[in-house]
């Protein structure tokens, strides 16, 4: 453990470090190495400055980024899988430096010994799936794109989508109304990939949001940033509705795959999207935060 240190990234080892990450993760939106390079550099310094390598000796042997109170982005090469929990207790150690409070980490579900072995416990996780893009017949039900101007509404739509929803349990999807307008507005100017306008639908009943799908183009592929059916207006066909226009208008663009993610346990979530095609596409993301002191751990 103690040949293992932790280095800010340098753009000059860019390529090696998301050479280790894709070659470390199974629950990637895409696996080209170039895609997350563009990514990486794209970022303003400050938020290239949370990149971290794990080395060992001169070679670049793990990945990780440090945000406050927050672990994410960890791989390790395949060569030094064993090595997962003593570069954790690196980023612990960095990330204790940087303050105090509560740890939450976001991994790949195949480091979850590593992680629970110092004590972190899984709070929820989440699957990527894909599916084809497939034409279908147009639905009887009024829809049409978002508009700009409808940030205001989507925000209070979604908000409402999701109160008391099984993800505000495990502590996804909160927040105030301009918590909720931040987010909406940050996935229309390309926060989680380019919005696609042509490919987004709400569906209206009297000048009232009863649903909403928002595409973006995300790491390569289309991906179903947010979908939402107001809760008097659910299991009545709308999000098989939203999902199918979305799917037609991909296939008639030339798209031949998009994805999404749903959160494990999200039942009538995962039954619809199987239904439609959809199939899990690689390893589940993990949630967890910190359970207990590791002063144990990082000592020696």
């Not at 508009?147 to 502590?171: C, D, T």
């Not at 979908?227 to 226009?245: C, F, K, N, Q």
């Not at 979530?269 to 144990?296: C, I, K, N, W």
């Amino acid at each position: 453990m103690a040949a293992l240190r932790l280095e800010p990234l340098q753009s000059v080892d860019a390529q090696a470090y998301w050479q280790v990450y894709v070659a470390g993760r199974t629950d990637l939106p895409t696996r080209s190495v170039a895609a997350h390079v563009e990514r990486y550099l794209a970022l303003p310094p400050e938020e290239q400055r949370t990149h971290f390598a794990v080395r060992e000796g001169p070679a670049l042997v793990g990945t990780v980024r440090l945000l406050p109170g927050t672990i994410t982005g960890f791989a390790m090469d395949p060569g030094h899988a064993g090595d997962a929990a003593p570069a954790v207790i690196r980023a612990l150690d960095l990330l204790r430096t940087q303050g105090g409070g509560a740890i939450t980490a976001s991994f790949d579900e195949a480091y979850q010994k590593a992680f629970e072995s110092l004590g972190f416990r899984p709070l929820f996780a989440r699957l990527r799936m894909e599916a084809a893009t497939r034409r279908t017949p147009a639905s009887s039900l009024p829809l049409r794109p978002p508009e700009e101007s409808e940030v205001p509404k989507l925000s209070r739509f979604f908000q409402e989508v999701y109160e008391g929803h099984l993800e505000q349990a495990l502590g996804m999807h909160v927040g105030s109304e301009e918590d909720w307008r931040g987010y909406i507005t940050g996935i229309l100017r390309g926060d989680a990939g380019r919005f696609m306008p042509d490919a987004s639908f709400v569906a209206l009943e009297d000048d009232r949001l009863a649903g909403a799908i928002l595409v973006t183009h995300w790491m390569g592929a289309p991906m179903v940033a947010e979908i939402g059916v107001a809760p008097d207006r659910r299991r009545r066909g709308l999000a098989r509705a939203l999902l199918s226009a979305a799917s037609t208008r991909l296939a008639a663009v030339d798209e031949p795959r998009w994805s999404l993610y749903v959160t494990v346990g999200n039942d009538p979530a995962l039954a619809l999207y199987r239904d439609l095609g959809f199939e899990p596409a690689g390893g589940r993301t993990v949630t967890a935060q910190l359970a207990e002191s590791l002063s144990e751990h990082s000592q020696g």
